[in-house]
């Protein structure tokens, strides 16, 4: 059965159907496995030729796009269909997960537009369209809507809803360039239904889509966000993405989170037909956070095939990126050698209640293998060309072994009670390969991200961070993103969960290989949340921003500098795009550029963006904004300044002295304005988190001077007024402090001077009281 993938063959197993290569090893007094004829496996299918005598077995196509269709038939016609000459392979590949892990970035994005009130100028994604596919996306948060308040959404397509009485399905699409796709399932919904949701104090009962997980959510934000929404202490434009301007078409992918209709594995590719169909021939940058673990590197699969193949059919005007993955210190990558005519251990650790995979591959098909539960037997071999199930080998559950010409895939299915998973024996796993050849054999191995097993070095086994990749970045013509930190200890370093390359498709040396392509900042990113938090009066009480790590933070940034590219120069092709990243990318201290950790360096968006050609005939490009715009952007400073200034600070007495004036009274001050609502209006009135956001840019403005009059008002009168609300309505202590502390504080910040003046200031006075604690 060379022709049927592994997860399928396991599939065949586990289901009864043994064929003629496959058969299943049940404990003694065990019942037969049921065959259950009329059930129907969905899967890609590689073919050459024609169709139609795969037809004729019963193959039902569901699309197709090249040489790769995706279609379904009955479990028990599935090994006559792979007998036949014309199919190349029959695979289902494992479900993705989404990409996370925290940070503020540093790529220069602001240097190429500006703002002035709710007008943008320079370069800011406009009608350009980012696709997310991803958990969805809050639809109503305000960074996705334009000054006018209508969205900037265009489409959503949920996959993971059944449509109901009056929701539209997306049909079939017939496209000369997508070729043959029938979707028919999930609920999509356009602009004028997103804008009719707005419009409704229930905006649920007319668009049920929810981003239940928040992660698309968070990943559009970066992207494409304008940070109009404000929320408890950040003013607006406070979280502002990389192109503010540009439109969204948004999937929810099935199979990302808990309680997902069952995937088919077409799902990715679909979501890409999608959005280029909706796209209507605007140019487009497709996101996709999300990756696998299992699965080969040396090879491309369906879905990697498909990719490439839409991708070429599209010459310009579109880019698809996506993550390396977050497996570089999860130890769930490992690589030997079992030596001629011997055998080679690899110990695994696993425990939990998912159904997890263990992968090794190499080349040829001499090696044979055996699985050994934690105090247990091992297991008989299972030969090449083979599949076995063992059943009740973990802890009640069983284990099935798939070796069919250089893959070898156990997967580990746990005791079922009740309809509900029981635990995977927990303890130290063997999976023992023998070699029967007369050479020494290498192969990799890897496991399901996240919760899958994890390896242990030793007896010839190493446990490296090398070839984590996601098998995504397999393929040719996507863009690959890492990530690194920006602040802290790790400022400037990669991160530790960032997958690596090298890919194993090409000889060492090759470039090819290389992945990922470029890095970003996936640490400790800010941006939008599906839920508000806290608060009781108006956005300004609410948290509507939240921090998340990971390389899908990191490739969102990539995304929206594309959609920039794509503003300036809508002709690009998918290789300009990826090399004008590549060349402009920023160095690394003491990194030999490119390698497997960074690829070709960070991402720099000033420069990639200067390095696109306008397009033929077009107009002048327009000048640049200034290079220090005025407001206050999160995604342009690097964290570093912020630090040498704070431990400056923390280094004059009288910086120690207010810092533990804030610590002491901070609580008291955000309950006030959270629960009274005298105090919420007078802090509102003021622009009191305007005037934080004011204080953070200074805090990177060092030279600049802080305004003595904010709209026709001093600022010292501002402050002056929430002071007196506070004292009216807090405790003793903190009016005590107001009048023997803040007063003075405020007088000196309503002068005008720059944070490097005041702290000068600072420096010349002496605490005369004990610092309070």
């Known amino acids: 059965m060379k022709k049927i993938s592994p997860e399928l063959r396991i599939l065949l197993s586990e289901k009864g159907y043994p064929g003629k290569e496959s058969r299943a090893v049940k404990s003694p007094g065990e019942a037969g496995l049921e065959s259950v004829s009329g059930e129907e496996v969905t899967f890609f299918l590689q073919y050459r030729d024609s169709l139609e005598p795969l037809k004729a077995l019963g193959l039902e196509v569901i699309s197709e796009s090249g040489s790769v269709v995706v279609g379904k038939i009955s479990i028990g016609l599935l090994e006559q269909l792979a007998e036949h000459p014309n199919v190349i392979l029959i695979e289902k590949p494992p479900p993705p997960s989404i990409g996370l892990d925290k940070s503020i970035p540093d790529i220069r994005a602001n240097l190429v537009w500006s703002r002035s009130g709710d007008t943008w100028s320079g370069r800011t994604g406009k009608n350009v ?38 929701d539209s399905v997306p049909g079939p699409i017939a496209h000369p360039t997508l070729g043959t796709v029938n979707l028919g399932y999930g609920v999509e919904y356009d602009r004028n239904a997103i804008r009719d949701a707005l419009a409704n104090a229930h905006p649920e009962t007319i668009v049920r889509h929810k981003d239940t997980n928040g992660h698309g959510t968070h990943v559009a934000g970066i992207s494409v966000g304008d940070g109009s929404q404000s929320d408890s202490c950040c003013g607006a434009y406070t979280y502002v993405g990389v192109a503010p301007e540009a439109d969204l078409i948004v999937v929810r992918m099935r199979g990302l989170t808990a309680g997902d209709p069952a995937t088919t594995g077409s799902e990715v590719v679909d979501a890409i037909r999608y959005i280029l169909n909706r796209a209507g021939g605007a140019p487009v940058a497709i996101n996709l956070s999300i990756y696998r673990n299992n699965g080969r590197r040396d090879i491309r699969g369906s879905n990697e095939v498909s990719i490439d193949h839409i991708l070429n059919a599209f010459p310009t005007g ?116 023998e070699d029967t050849a007369a050479t020494a054999t290498d192969f990799h191995a890897w496991s399901t991200l996240k919760t899958g097993p994890t390896f242990v070095a030793g007896g010839g086994i190493t446990v490296p ?10 393929a040719d013509n996507v863009i690959v993103v890492g990530a690194y930190a920006t602040e802290g200890s ?48 108006c956005d300004c009480c609410y948290d509507f921003y ?11 940034h990539v995304t929206g500098a594309v959609a ?52 033929p005939g077009a107009p002048r490009s327009p000048a640049p904004p200034p290079a220090e715009p005025a407001v206050a952007v999160h995604f342009s400073a690097p964290a570093s300044p912020l630090l040498s200034l704070r431990d400056e600070f923390f280094s004059v007495p009288k910086g120690r002295f207010y810092t533990d004036l804030v610590n002491r009274h901070f609580s008291e001050v955000h309950t ?26 200074a805090a990177y403005q060092q030279e600049e001077p802080l305004p003595v009059e904010i709209a026709g008002i001093r600022l010292s009168d501002r402050l002056n007024r929430i002071a007196d609300i506070l004292k009216r309505y807090g405790s003793d202590t903190l009016t005590l402090d107001i009048d023997e502390h803040v007063r003075n504080w405020i007088s000196v910040v309503g002068e005008g001077l720059s944070v490097r003046q005041l702290l000068e200031v600072f420096k010349g006075q002496e605490v005369s009281e004990p610092v309070m604690v």
């Open 129 to 166: 369209i980012v696709g997310v596919i991803d958990t969805g996306i809050d639809f109503v948060h305000k960074t996705f809507r334009k000054a006018d308040n209508t969205t900037r959404i265009l489409h959503i397509w949920d996959q993971t809803l059944t449509a109901q009485g009056g």
């Open 318 to 433: 579109l880019a698809i990126i996506f993550i390396a993955g977050n497996e570089g210190d999860s130890n769930r990558h490992a690589t030997g050698n079992v030596p001629s005519g011997n055998h080679t251990d690899l110990k695994f650790n696993m425990s939990g209640s998912d159904a997890l995979l263990v992968d090794a591959h190499y080349t040829g098909s001499n090696l044979r293998a055996a699985v050994q539960p934690p105090g247990g037997a091992m297991s008989a071999f299972v030969t090449n060309g083979n599949t076995q199930t063992f059943a009740s080998i973990n802890n009640g559950g069983s284990v099935t072994i798939s070796n069919d010409n250089g893959d070898i895939w156990v997967n580990f299915t746990p005791p079922q009670t009740n309809g509900k998973n029981g635990l995977n024996k927990s303890g130290e796993w063997i999976l023992r390969l």
């Open 465 to 474: 961070k090398s070839t984590t990749v996601s098998p995504y970045a397999v």
């Open 490 to 537: 790790r400022n400037g370093e990669l991160a530790d969960f960032s997958s690596r390359g090298p890919l194993l498709r090409f000889p060492p040396a090759d470039d090819r290989n290389i992945r990922p392509h470029l890095s970003a900042p996936g640490v400790a990113i800010t941006s939008a949340a599906t839920e508000k938090r806290g608060g009781c009066c």
């Open 546 to 556: 939240v921090d998340f790590n990971g390389t899908s933070q990191a490739a969102p």
């Open 564 to 615: 920039l590219m794509l503003e300036k120069n809508p002709t690009l092709s998918f290789t300009q795009i990826r090399d004008f990243l590549k060349s402009t990318a920023r160095p690394v201290n003491g990194q030999v550029l490119p390698n497997n950790d960074w690829g070709w360096g960070k991402l720099d968006v000033k420069a990639a963006v200067d390095a696109v050609p306008d397009p």
């Open 672 to 697: 006030l304005i959270n629960t009274n609502k005298r105090v919420a209006t007078v802090w509102h009135r003021n622009g009191g988190p305007a005037l934080i956001r004011m204080g953070m840019q």
